[in-house]
Nanobody, 121 residues
Framework: VQLVESGGGLVQAGGSLRLSCAAS????????MGWFRQAPGKERDFVGG????????YYVDSVKGRFTISRDNAKNTVYLQMNSLNPEDTAVYYC???????????????WGQGTQVTVSS
């Protein structure tokens, strides 16, 4: 499975962005998908994830109510809709595919290259 993120960019505080993660391979629908982010000088942190069938979706507390994860298995794509962005959301965002959805990055087998999100104050 190869993953390619897109949709990052520069946005003002309070704005929105939608990230996409396009996957190659017919086995995409078997994988749980996670979104992670890494700010400069910090560790890569779990943002949220979605089960293979979309029935279970998880978020960290800091993004609940602002971020929405969805997937379209017919398009081999997972999305991260980000609203009410603030400067603390500035990071490189990564999508990852794994057998399960987990906060632990070691559970994921495949990673995208990342896309930069910058939120100005």
């Amino acid at each position: 499975v190869q993953l390619v993120e897109s949709g990052g960019g520069l946005v003002q505080a309070g704005g929105s962005l939608r990230l996409s993660c396009a996957a190659s391979g017919r086995t995409f629908r078997r994988y749980g998908m996670g979104w992670f982010r890494q700010a400069p000088g910090k560790e890569r942190d779990f943002v949220g994830g979605i089960a293979w069938d979309g029935n279970n979706i998880y978020y960290v507390d800091s993004v609940k109510g602002r971020f929405t994860i969805s997937r379209d298995n017919a398009k081999n794509t997972v999305y991260l809709q980000m609203n009410s962005l603030n400067p603390e959301d500035t990071a490189v965002y990564y999508c990852a595919a794994g057998r399960i959805v987990s906060r632990d990055s070691r559970e994921y087998e495949y990673w995208g290259q990342g896309t930069q999100v910058t939120v100005s104050s």
